[in-house]
């Protein structure tokens, strides 16, 4: 089998290979990889996918002749894409180079699997689900974190978290929007050129060595941040810090792609499915300062009430369906994530600037 993974020089994208390799040796999965290395930090795994054997070549998914480079595959994972729910609209980056990052990059992909007949796994994401639903989501003060008030029902909602059934209307984010519009393109090409697409819309990811900012890879940020005592801020909802994610180590997505790599065609099974930590790994940030508190010291947290665009109070999905299709369940628990962070952390002073964080 010989798989391309796009992006792979990105934190999910690397651990998805490093993952790949550790399960499969070279004579029985090839792994091939495409990243333009844009994004700050990614240039550092690089030499070290070379080391395990993976061809890593210099291209883009926005330019179909750079995918023709890759030739004959059997399967595509696609981790290339801006990750960030305020791509477009921060300043860093435009609308335009959001969409061709996200959307022309998916045509370009599910294009070059119809020409030579290889399936796509697409990592998708929780921000594809409705904003303004979401932000209404009726929440309780808790311990100090948003705990979800169930005593209206709510279609898609269980103490589980956010199921698949949930609505995908827009407004979603330009972000959430141009993976929900990736999705749709990838489930055609697949039904109308029997291609397999798997589909995995994905939790908050992290683990050690993920390049962290403040609108993505919240977790890295904020425990690298607190090591080095730098400002932090909680935003909106009062100033609380009282805004729940949950969390998945990339290992575990690694486990349920590797299943849907063996597995081929879709069948009955759903193309569709939420891959996460659930609510057993899910917390605060006012939650996450109390962990580094006692992991690091204390460290002060200023508050701004002002609401930041696209935000949510709580935003926790449900595997369900994924673990009842695949036998799936997470097996990195929240507390050894969190240390694997901070340990990897304390070993790398310089990540904040190497993320370009700092």
Excluded at 33 to 42: A, E, K, P, T
Excluded at 73 to 89: E, K
Excluded at 147 to 167: C, K, R
Excluded at 291 to 302: I, T, Y
Aim: hydrophobic share 40%; with cysteine.
């Amino acid at each position: 089998m010989k798989v391309l993974i796009t992006g792979i020089c990105g934190f999910v994208g690397s651990a998805l290979a490093r993952y790949l390799r550790g399960q499969r040796d070279a004579s029985s999965l090839q792994i091939l990889g495409l990243d333009n290395l844009s994004r700050l930090g990614s240039e550092t795994n690089r030499h070290a996918l070379g080391g395990l054997g993976i061809t890593v070549l210099h291209g883009d998914v926005r330019l179909a002749t750079d995918l023709e480079a890759c030739g004959e595959i059997d399967w595509i994972i696609d981790a290339a894409a801006n990750p960030s729910v305020l791509a477009g609209v921060d300043g860093r980056t435009s609308t335009r180079q959001l969409v061709d990052n996200n959307l022309t990059g998916t045509i370009n992909l599910v294009e070059h699997c119809k020409s030579v007949g290889a399936g796509l796994v697409l990592l998708s994401t929780s921000r594809v689900y409705s904003i303004p639903p979401l932000a209404a989501m009726p929440v309780r003060a808790e311990s100090g974190a948003f705990h979800l008030d169930l005593s209206t029902s709510i279609h898609g909602v269980s103490a589980a978290g956010i199921s698949e059934e949930f609505s995908t209307s827009p407004p979603l984010s330009l972000y959430g929007v141009s993976k929900l519009a990736s999705e749709a393109i990838a489930l055609e090409y697949g039904h109308t050129f029997d291609l397999p697409v798997w589909i995995n819309r994905c939790g908050v990811l992290a683990g050690a060595g993920q390049f962290g900012h403040a609108t993505q890879g919240i977790f890295s940020f904020w425990i690298n941040a607190h090591l080095r005592r730098r400002p932090l801020s909680y935003i909106g909802f009062q100033g609380s810090g009282l805004q729940v994610r949950d969390c998945l180590h990339p290992a575990d997505l690694g486990a349920i792609v590797l299943k849907q790599l063996d597995a081929g065609a879709p069948g009955a099974r759903p193309n569709v499915v939420n891959v996460s930590g659930g609510v057993e790994n899910s917390m605060s940030l006012r939650q996450l300062t109390e962990w580094c508190d006692q992991r690091f010291g204390a460290h002060a947290v200023a508050s701004d009430p002002r609401p930041r665009r696209f935000d949510v109070p709580w935003m926790v999905l449900d595997s369900a369906l994924a673990s009842r299709t695949w036998q799936w369940r997470p097996c990195f628990g929240l507390p050894a994530i969190l240390e694997e962070i901070a340990a990897h952390a304390e070993a790398h002073p310089e990540w904040l600037h190497v993320s370009g964080a700092a």
